[in-house]
């Protein structure tokens, strides 16, 4: 495994590269807080789509690239650096991968081929707590008749209210916490007993809370095993973890860029504020730590490609630095900009933003450092 | 003794004839604070009333010299009547920058008219004061600021731009610092004028902050015409003014802040935390939280007791100095890091930012967070207090 | 409570000040390495008694003076500034402390005079485990006629090598961690089966290894209530955990003024290094921390005095707050002095050493974050 | 492809003729290192046999070329060497600072008859070299260095002292700058001296560190005489040569680090954890040591992928360059938060410095925490790396 891109991906980058470039600027945000449709782009969407991008991970079969985490973590990183909004974490790795990894032939036959081409977007509906806690599910699928009854409520489902169908997390047995007795189900979120809740997210993305008000599926619904979903729940999971660190690191280095330029030309006292070293040491330390970010997402990205032994470990170690890299270059970015960092009209908060809400999803670094503690033996 | 008891058995014969039933007690009409200024507007007949007696003892604020609208009474004798007062609940309402801020630096530098005519006025609640210090090029470098006032016969004009000034859309009078000698070293060539917000060729405009809306606007001068009777001190000496301005205002903070921010922090962190995750066995169940939220329970205590120490020194007769910058940075860098902790905490709520299925409690964490950021900024960043400190109190040589 | 030193303080600090100046320097550890007799300077120990330092925190009719914490803290906080060695945490802390808490009107009148006087030296045999851990007892007394066999092993036991006399915690009842079951006896460490290991800490303070090989005590030797011995512990070692932070309040200024003045004289690209930025905040919030830290330990002091309810909990944020202020100072003052601070002729490592010691003594950081979070519900 | 497999062909015969049975596997009589020079001893006549052996085919140093006492082999018969040697558990065992620092520069800027002589005897194992860069006034500010060489005849004459000189008192010659010109600008009146140290007129002194007797000295210069022909590169410009020699130092010190400090201590630090405090329910029962603990393991795992990172991008024909100064800072931090993690966790035993009742392995914790202090200020304190940081790689003005 070479932590360096081969050609292939070097030219995907400079596309995704060109593609932020030609379409988008990270002051489409501010717009976005007004919009009350998809909350995304959907002119983006379909060039994305053409492009490939949703089809990169999946089989050639269901109208996949065949390609991996390595090819989509190229270009989530350049989608995060510019802090373009669209939907493909949720479709094409939660929802699409739900599918990928647990559906049935009929399942990746009906929606894959939508997924790769766009005309249809995925999700998943995992989290119920304030606090990611994958196997705190209370939401219920009893058995009835040919199918089953669901009955529960769920929380920041990523772009929910844009959703075609929505992989639900029920629990089928066990007690609050346990990990057995979960069960996927797919879900058409236009059915009559479902609730959808749009909610801005304090950075211009999406996500919605979901009732599900005593639902009827079918049983040909189950995504995976019975009982046994937490096997599929916790790959997606920690593919959606490690595809969002490559978004975040995306920001993490355009914001040290960014905040770098700001101290090779803001002047204070008759010098550039950069030949400080009070700032300067600040600024090697925090290169320091992006480097160190970067490092662990390209391995852990080619890890889950290899369907390494320790990937979901590294998943672990991977969201946690990326998540406390953002949380610093966040605060260093914003701090070293001074008064301006702190008002609306400048990006820099606008990164800070978006690098908050990504910590926090899919577990946040306490989550994280616990669960590899817990799979090491600390 | 004897006179302390018989200066409180004096206020609460005063307090019992003069202060409305309606403004006492829990429930009482008045507003939480009283700006003043001609924008003021009273929730209740009797507020006014009392504001108005109150005005009539000194007593908005007692230790002013009577001449200069106080009621001068001794420090003493002040706690005695803040005590009686907070007995049957009510208070004095006046608050704004001239009493905290610009006060302190008039009775220093102003001449005996100004002081009269703006300490009274300012004790009246007649004029809410805003402050026109920070520029848009100037940032944490204040002293490099280029409003500039130039003299024509008895006036100033005045030209430029500031920032950062709170409440200038709602204020009467701002103390503005501008530069009369551009030739002049940067600190000397500065001067301290007071203004009406209503003078022709003044404008303002609210900033947006990544919180939202806020108190801070920009201020613009469009040859502005100050009479030269309006500035305090010596011509291009309003640096010195400045300065002394900037201590008081660091001391405010560190003080204010107790109460306020921690105070307010403190009371919810852990209720946050249980209501977030729970608890199991007694204890909340993310042990890698649970650490860090303890290390700030300390820190708050460890900065209060530092709070407590150097109140008490000052009691005693030393007086705070330099290390106003401390508290200035430890306060801020304490409540921006509380604020971060609670918003994590919180969890999926306090991510949405608008949404008609989420509680406006975990809304209102994630703003605070966000407004926390310009805690470490404002004010002097958090860089300049650990060169002042470094400077003023370590005695470490200049860059 | 005033958090400032009255008058009469300010002489005792004055006079252990110019005690320090008269009769000590730091070069005098480097001696003590070699020493094998009691391991502090006994001509030093019979002043301090002189000045009636010993006497401080017990009432007069055993020979004290009636003051209280606030006072010792001022001698210790001086002493450690000197990083002079004499067993007063030891003999008026630990055993001194548990006997004026806990011990019978016997007890008593037999050794606080003692201890008073400098005449006999006490000490707490509590620690069994690596780490501190007060109710991990293994160490048993089992009831035999009139009286008790001590069987088990201490370690840590400060100057418990010079001792005359030895509280030891042991179990009577329970399981091990309990908090109920411990009991307090006075042993004599020269009885036959008593074994005394002296080991030399890293900071050239001693303290021993016990070993209890059915040692046979009277029941008149029980300090406090059978099987009730965590009231009197938890209340010795919170003392002790004080007092010992106002010695490592000591170092930890005196640490920060070595190298400040250092920070003034020493040129490097012909400069004071004191002039670079880097350093310069660097030692700014080291000075925050250090007053912090002085802010706590005069506050905890004065709790003890005044037997406050939050006495313990102020306890365990003093002993967190100064081990963390302690290591920081022991990392920045060798950091700071470069090379010259890793040798062993610079006396800023000595300051390190000692600091060490104290941090992990009576507890460190975490059992005490663990501690304050276990007694207010965190 | 076809090309290496004939060497790897050729190397299997080549060691089943040369390398003695005694020289292979677990239990070989080989020593761990081979430092070279006078005072080399061999444990074994074997280990002698087959080192004479290695350096007659070039192997010590293999992808030398051939003039200097290398194989001249290309870096990927390099790599089946080693693997080739490794799968019958022998290796080349000499190392010294010589041949990871002073030859790459010796390459660089040496003459051809310098390069002949001292490569030759340093791929010998004739020369064990020390460093006589640091002196006790010049600190980080290398470049400040006071020891002189005044030109006398063929000769220089040298005078002064040099501090922190790793085994001076073990090696037989030294690379060292010496000042040359006093009067020019500081970094260039530097000249680059190789000497032997049995030269009349120096002598050494052992330093005694926080963590007890150390490898390092001081070393003294009285009136040394050197050859002008022992100079290296032109009068005066011997910081050019100081300056491509520490950035190999750099380089080999973040990649040496990878097996030893690194690996040790991710070894046991679980282990001694588990040691001092056992276990709960399967989990550390201190939580915020946990924390901390997991904490370290996460940054070395990065740290790791990082190294590799750099290591995939040399191979690509991407250099090292500067980032050389994060590795060295990282590492040194990251091994010193380590080390002072085991001495925490492993509780009172690690407190004890000598005592006849307490393991050897806890004592050897501590005296590793204290060294470990030098390692972020010797070699280059962290301060240096942060200033060439954001100097050489962030582009950041100077101060």
Known sequence: ?378 | MADVDSFRTEIRAWLAANCPPTCQGKSNVLPDMVWGGRRQTWPHPDAKLWFDRLVEKGFTVPTWPKAYGGAGISPAENKVLQEEMARIGTRSMLFNFGIGMLAPALMEFASEDQKRLHLNRTARGEIRWCQGYSEPGAGSDLASLRTSAVRDGDDYVINGQKIWTSDANVSDWIFCLVRTDPEAPKHLGISFLLFDMESPGVSTSPIELISGSSPFCQTFFDNVRVPVTQRVHTENRGWDVAKALLNHERTMLADGGRGSAAGAARKSLLQVARQAMGASEGRLPDAAMREELVQWEMDRLCYEATLKRTMDAAKAGKGMGPEGSMFKLYLSEMNQRGADLRQRIAGHEALVWTGDDCPADERQITREWLYGKASTILGGTSEIQLNIISKRVLGLPGD
């Open chain 1, 1 to 378: 495994m070479s932590l360096i891109l081969t050609e292939e991906q070097v030219q995907l980058q400079d596309s995704a590269n060109a593609f932020v470039a030609d379409n988008w600027t990270v002051g489409e945000l501010r717009k976005l807080r007004k919009d009350t449709g998809k909350g995304y782009p959907e002119a983006l969407w379909q060039k994305a789509a053409e492009l490939g991008w949703l089809a990169i991970p999946f089989a050639e079969e269901y109208g996949g690239l065949g390609l991996g985490f390595a090819e989509l973590g190229v270009v989530l990183e350049e989608l995060g650096r510019g802090l373009v909004v669209l939907p493909i974490v949720s479709s094409v790795v939660l929802g699409g991968g739900a599918l990928r990894l647990g559906g049935t032939e009929d399942q990746k036959k009906a929606w894959l081929p939508k997924v790769c081409d766009g005309s249809a977007l995925l999700t998943l509906a995992s989290q119920e707590t304030s606090r990611h806690d994958p196997y705190a599910v209370q939401t219920t699928a009893t058995r009835q008749g040919n199918g089953y009854v669901l009955k529960g409520r769920k929380v920041l489902v990523p772009d929910g209210h844009a959703a075609d169908a929505i992989v639900v997390v029920a629990r089928t047995s066990g007690a609050l916490g346990d990990r057995s007795g979960l069960t996927l189900f797919l879900v058409d979120p236009s059915a009559p007993d479902v609730k959808v809740h749009r909610n801005l997210l304090l950075d211009s993305r999406v996500a919605a809370n979901v009732e599900l008000n005593d639902v009827r599926v079918d049983a040909s619904a189950v995504v995976g095993t019975v009982d046994q979903g937490a096997d599929v729940l916790d790959q997606v999971l920690a593919e959606a973890a490690v595809a969002l660190s490559a978004d975040m690191l995306g920001g993490i280095q355009q914001t040290f860029e960014i905040t770098l330029d700001y101290l090779k030309v803001r002047e204070q006292f008759g010098a550039k504020i950069g030949s400080f070293q009070g700032l300067k040491h600040r600024a090697a330390r925090w290169f320091c730590e992006k480097e160190l970010s970067k490092s662990i997402v390209l391995q852990t990205l080619r890890a889950l490609d290899e369907k390494a032994e320790n990937a979901l470990q590294l998943a672990s170690v991977c969201k946690a630095r990326v998540s406390d890299t953002a949380r610093l270059s966040g605060k260093e970015g914003v701090q070293m900009h001074g008064g301006i960092g702190v008002t609306d009209e400048h990006d820099i908060g606008l990164f800070m933003k978006r690098g908050r809400v990504s910590e926090m999803l899919f577990g946040d670094a306490a989550f994280h450092r616990n669960r590899f503690a817990q799979m090491k033996g600390y």
